[in-house]
């Protein structure tokens, strides 16, 4: 068997792994390439193809790389052998972009446009604010911050179809409501007066976003403009008729800062981000020639 398959195979992936991530880094100026003449590269140069420069830099940084994965360092062949891959990887990005890979193939523009705006907004990351300006930028944002509000409650369900009646229908609702708002335990009510339902809203506090998915729009609106306590009239959906009690209600919290400074500091950054790439998007407009169809505007 032979042992040199594992290396080679290796080596054609990392080949293979650079030159997508080389034409993406080429384009975007994420790896530097200058373009010059000469038969000898120039000082700071590791290598020269079709007149691009592979920086010293960059070489240093990959090599790095390799030799962080071996325990014996690298030697004068390996060294080579990774300047031999930046320059396959420099070879297939100037073929990448003779064929207008980053123009007509739809991943490679995916990739291309994901690196640029990476490149951009990266530079926000770890910018972080300062006391003052993090405090101005909760108190401005106070609502995004607030927590919703959870509701706990139940519910009496009708289903037409157990009727076969529309209203007759109404009627056990009708009735179920002047019943709970008289005082009458909800159990008594709801047995003698409803029907089963698919899925049984929880016995516990929900926010709304949850509470949908087991009352639907029509009744979740109904139920959000009531009090702890109180019962609602019927309320007709898709489904049937509801009669909704609320039993118990928290309303919105706003955490303090303190409490939740590492997600302020979070969105303050992201912000920060998408700031920096509407600049530099307006930037590249306002250089740019464009011409859009008056069909379109």
Do not use: C, W
Not at 192 to 212: N, R
């Amino acid at each position: 068997m032979s042992t040199t398959n594992p290396p080679r195979r290796a080596g054609l992936l990392l080949l293979g792994l650079g030159a997508g991530l080389g034409i993406i880094l080429a384009a975007t100026g994420l790896v530097d390439v200058k373009r010059t003449n000469g038969s000898l590269p120039p000082r700071g140069a590791a290598a020269l193809v079709n007149g691009e420069l592979i920086r010293s830099e960059d070489f240093a940084r990959t090599l790095a790389g390799v030799a962080a994965d071996r325990r014996d360092g690298v030697d004068g062949q390996q060294r080579r052998q990774v300047l031999d891959r930046l320059i396959d990887e420099e070879l297939l990005v100037q073929r990448g972009i003779e064929l207008g890979l980053a123009r007509n193939d739809r991943k490679v523009r995916a990739d291309l446009t994901a690196a640029v705006i990476a490149s951009v907004v990266t530079q926000t990351e770890d910018v972080e604010p300062t006391p003052p300006q993090l405090q101005t930028f909760y108190d401005e944002n106070r609502a995004f911050f607030t927590r919703p509000g959870r509701l706990r409650l139940r519910q009496v369900f009708i289903d037409p179809a157990k009727d076969g009646d529309e209203g007759a229908a109404r009627a056990r609702a009708v009735a179920a409501s002047r019943r709970l708002r008289a005082g009458e335990s909800f159990d008594v009510v709801h047995s003698a007066l409803g029907d089963p339902e698919v899925s049984p809203v929880p016995d516990a506090l929900l926010p709304a976003e949850k509470l949908i998915d087991y009352l639907g729009p029509t009744v979740l609106t109904k139920a959000l403009g009531l009090v702890a306590g109180e019962v609602s009239e019927p309320i007709h959906s898709g489904t049937g008729y509801h009669v909704v009690q609320i039993v118990e209600r928290q309303p919105d919290e706003t955490p303090p800062l303190g409490e939740i400074r590492p997600q302020v500091v979070a969105e303050f950054q992201r912000r920060a981000g998408d700031q920096a790439l509407r600049a530099y998007l307006d930037d590249l407009r306002a250089r740019a020639h464009v011409v859009v169809d008056p069909n379109l505007q």
